[in-house]
């Protein structure tokens, strides 16, 4: 099975249009040791050919043009793409906002749970994906799901979809509920474990995680790689870095650092590979050379980035 990071980024991108903090002036400067990283999104092949994104980003463009894999084969028909399907970790812009891209009458499928296709069906403009073309598929709870492309031929690529602590997509938050998470409910953001048929190994997608229990720590330990909520270093980043008036915990992220952080959670397990994906603009360790990305790199982990490619 090949993992490729397309989007290594949290919502925003980096540099993100807007900011004029000091990292995305570095990166759009074109300082040494940073990269300029698109909005989160991971592709996953059993075979090389045919392609299943996790999460459609804001960028899906550019990463396709950037992934000679996803690109219509040389000696396919006219309109043609290795894609057959996008699963969804949540109904964040940054997790959806790609689809309205792949809306060229293309064949594919989408796969979420109830929670997430409820809100694409509530926004009418996802019927620009025509829905004769663009097959909506159920992701159930804890219940391993063979991904098959348009026509029910099997990708050979599993997922189970599991609830994570987390939060409502932002723009459907309800203030008025604020005290129950903004009226986030099961379903509103999951961690996927994807494994190829007939292989041990398998491996963990987290993009949005706001904690670790016990029993997500026992799914970790048994994956043999781990892409995890890479958003913030610490909690507090975004209001010391000026930008925002959020926690990480208020955005459904938990932090890196200190011993509540997720490294600390998870140093007495080991994945085989252990990656932080979906990383806020504000974090420290999209410095390469940033005493904070050498603290996570001793701790085993690596730091994502787009292009990065894992075979398991
Ligand atoms: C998040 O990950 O918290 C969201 O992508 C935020 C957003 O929708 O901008
Ligand atoms: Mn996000």
Redesign the pocket.
Known sequence: MRLKILGSA??GGFPQWNCNYRLSRAVRNGEGGFRRRT??SLGVSADGKDWILFNASPDIREQIAAALELQPMEEGPLRASPIQAVVLT?A????IAGLLSLRERHRFVIYATARVLRVIEENSIFNVLDRQLVERRELLLNVPTPIADWHGKPTSIVVEAFPVPGKIALFLEDAGRAQEGFGTEEGDTVGLRIVQEDCHSSALYI??CASIDAHLKKKIAAASCLLFDG?VYTDDEMLSAGVGTKTGRRMGHMHIAGSDGSMALLADIAPARRVYV?INNTNPILDERSPEAAVVRAGGWEIGYDGMEIGI
């Open positions: 949290a919502g909005q989160s949540n964040d812009v940054d997790h993009p949005g958003t979906h």
